[in-house]
């Protein structure tokens, strides 16, 4: 039996869900708080039990979550009865040593590109996959496993790549991380664990200043990277270009998509299909019908306003996500609403985040959301964003109804946590506007 100690995490409801599907007797523990990763985990008839040393029993096998201490309740008792405890990433570690593994990697857009490479894999050969979103699959006749890699203390060098992809480097976990050199060092060390090759975005300066062992193909726009995409056009039904590999023409594509990260996401798909010889109609096929991931980019539309769930919590994610909404939505005002985590991120990336925010005709900024203490930063608010701001304002749930003003328009709530309450509060709000014809 595997008991898994946080197994409504993102990672740990997917690597549980996985596990379950291989075969193996999987329970886990957590909040009672509901938390959309549990519903998976329930549908597959895994069990999820409220925090207890009770939970630990004789001759389990622990998988410890790495937001839960060694002084955790059901960690310690695990440690009493000297049972084998593995962290997230040890676990994962272990299978993907059983696939050819297809590790996804960079400081942004690992998330969808993983969910893109299992959607096309899976529905062409069969996948196991591993999304940062809670979402886990597998089957024991699958060769593939995508997987998100997580760079965040070094957890991606515990993995053992078949393909080692990188959507770019950036400087970000600055909790963690000194420098961007370390950051740099981190990856550079990741690319060359890989055991066929390496896929990284040659448009990012950073990728190109690897030193890397391996063998290294490059994506991107310019001319001068392996896997080009040419003759792109940007509508508002998505984007579609050709692929050239290598001096070749590989194939046309159409992408349901919006914005040019999301075009080079999809050239680092197309590149493993490339080298695994996969034809490009049947891989043209399914990126057409890819939805996207959970909250990246999700749009409900009530009356003549568009909501956007999406997880943007980096200042270059806030930038791409606005413009794609620009590209979609070309003659509705684009409003950005935009909630923080981390008490370091937010001070640190304060000129970036307005930056990035002053793109929208909009902006509106709650709280920071503090996940955790973090010495030196108790005296940083949201108003190191706010005072930055061309047009914005401080929003919270009991100002909500600020956002109502707003008509013909998209409202983009950006957040890597629960800034979804507040856009569930606001769309009951207007639904309540239309239904007595206030609107």
């Known amino acids: 039996m595997y008991h898994f100690i946080g197994i409504k995490g993102t990672g740990m409801s997917a690597l549980a869900q996985i596990m379950h599907d291989l075969g193996y007797e999987v329970q886990g523990s957590d909040k009672s708080d509901h938390f959309f990763t549990e519903d ?3 549908a597959k008839g895994i069990p999820i039990l409220p925090f207890s040393p009770d939970n630990i029993k004789e001759e389990m096998v622990i998988v410890q979550g790495n937001a839960f201490p060694d002084n955790h309740p059901e960690v310690v008792r695990a440690k009493e009865l000297n049972l084998k405890i593995y962290s997230y990433q040890d676990m994962l570690g272990r299978l993907t040593k059983m696939f050819k593994t297809i590790t996804i990697a960079g400081c942004h857009g ?8 299992a959607h096309v894999l899976d529905n062409i050969k069969g996948c196991n996959y591993l999304i940062g979103d809670g979402t886990g699959k597998a089957s024991k006749e699958n060769d593939y496993f995508a997987l998100e890699a997580c760079e965040y203390k070094r957890h991606f060098l515990e993995y053992t790549p078949y393909y080692a992809i990188i959507t770019n480097i950036e400087l970000d976990h600055i909790d963690y991380y000194k420098d961007i050199t370390d950051v740099v060092d981190a990856f550079q060390e990741y690319a060359n664990k890989t055991e066929k090759m390496v896929i990284a975005c040659g448009d990012d ?11 290294i193909f490059f994506y991107g726009l310019d001319e001068d990277n392996d896997i080009i995409a040419k003759d792109v056009e940007y509508h508002d039904e998505g984007t579609e270009f050709d692929v050239f590999v290598e001096g070749n023409y590989y194939g046309h594509f159409d992408l349901p998509l919006y914005g040019k990260h999301m075009l080079l996401n999809a050239l ?3 590149g493993v299909c490339y080298y695994e010889r996969l034809e490009a109609k049947e891989v043209s096929k399914y990126l057409k019908t890819f939805k996207g991931a959970k909250r990246r980019f999700k749009e409900n539309i009530i009356g003549d306003i568009v909501t956007i769930d999406d997880y943007a919590h ?17 003659n509705k005002e ?19 985040f307005a930056e990035a925010l002053n793109l929208a005709d909009k902006a509106y900024v709650m709280d920071i959301g503090v996940d955790r203490p973090e010495e030196g930063y108790d005296d940083v608010t949201c108003d190191v964003i706010l005072d930055k701001l061309d047009n914005g304002e401080y929003m919270s749930l009991d100002l909500v109804d600020k956002l109502l003003k707003h008509k013909d328009s998209v409202l983009i709530f950006m957040s890597s946590k629960d800034i979804y309450i507040l856009k569930d509060l606001y769309e009951q709000k207007l639904k309540e506007q239309i239904e007595k014809g206030k609107r």
Do not use: C, G, N, W
């Open 334 to 352: 684009i409003v950005a609403i935009l909630k923080t985590h981390t008490l370091s991120r937010t001070k640190e990336f304060a000129d970036d």
């Open 40 to 42: 998976a985990l329930i």
């Open 110 to 117: 690992k998330t969808t590109t993983t969910a893109m490479m």
């Open 314 to 330: 980096h200042p270059t994610e806030v930038k791409v996500t606005i413009k794609a909404a620009r590209q979609k939505y070309p």
């Open 268 to 270: 680092a798909v197309i």
């Open 205 to 215: 300066s950073y990728t190109r200043s690897l030193e890397v062992t391996k063998p």
